[in-house]
């Protein structure tokens, strides 16, 4: 049982440059979600998913898109990458029932745009 | 949207000590959920506490909803202990989609 994988782990990008993250869970979990955390910061949530096919935003959705086409997979977009957006990016997931709350993260993505 | 703050905000400790970290929000919760970020990063889910009290170990967590916040104990600390504990919560606005606002953060030191 993986739980959340994410990949890369690391990467470089040039200002301007796209490129996707991603995310997959072998829970069955129903929601998932991507946060960005910055240095000394909390987390904050970029986009979220109730299911497969149904996106939305969070707090801080700006040069992001996101996709879920399966219930397994949610992959975050950056288009024209910015100084900005260099972070270190966590993809989490959580079921439903009580005992299914609590989310389970991946290790995360650190994203440096240069 | 809710706010979370969290005491302190660095804490350093002898292997040994007990310890208790705060976490205050601004409005009603349906969700309440500690999580210990390890040196190398990963996040890991420690309690999910809207209200009351729950125990894992040497760990322990307290929610007190109606006064709006949450204590987060932790007793006999270990040097693996260290890293940064978050407090993060989704307000009781109506519906769910589980979706939450963490705070910045404790940064707990456990020197041997």
């Known amino acids: 049982n993986a739980g959340v994988t994410q990949t890369p782990k690391f990467r470089i990008l040039k200002i301007g440059q796209s490129m996707t993250l991603q995310c997959t869970q072998d829970m069955n979990h129903n929601y998932m979600y991507w946060y960005r955390q910055d240095p000394g910061m909390g987390l904050k949530l970029i986009y979220y998913?109730?299911?497969?096919?149904?996106?939305d935003k969070g707090e801080v959705p700006n040069g992001y898109n996101v996709s879920r086409s399966t219930t397994e997979d949610f992959p975050l977009r950056l288009e024209l990458a910015a100084p900005s957006q260099t972070s270190v990016y966590f993809c989490a997931s959580s079921g439903q029932g009580i005992a299914n709350y609590g989310y389970t993260f991946g290790s995360g993505t650190r994203l440096t745009v240069v | 949207g809710i706010q979370v703050e969290q005491s302190p905000p660095d804490l350093i400790l002898q292997e040994g000590a007990n310890s208790t970290l705060r976490c205050n929000f601004s409005d009603s919760v349906n969700n309440l959920q500690w999580f210990h970020q390890n040196p190398w990063g990963q996040l890991i889910n420690l309690f999910y506490i809207p209200s009351g009290t729950k125990q894992n170990g040497r760990l322990s967590a307290t929610t007190v909803a109606t006064e709006r916040y949450s204590l987060l104990y932790i007793s006999s600390s270990q040097t693996t202990d260290s890293g940064v504990y978050f407090c993060?919560?989704?307000?009781?606005?109506?519906?769910?989609?589980?979706?939450?606002?963490f705070g910045k953060g404790t940064l707990l030191t456990v020197n041997p």
């Open positions: 998913s109730v299911g497969a096919g149904i996106t």
């Open positions: 993060a919560v989704e307000g009781d606005s109506g519906g769910s989609n589980y979706k939450l606002t």
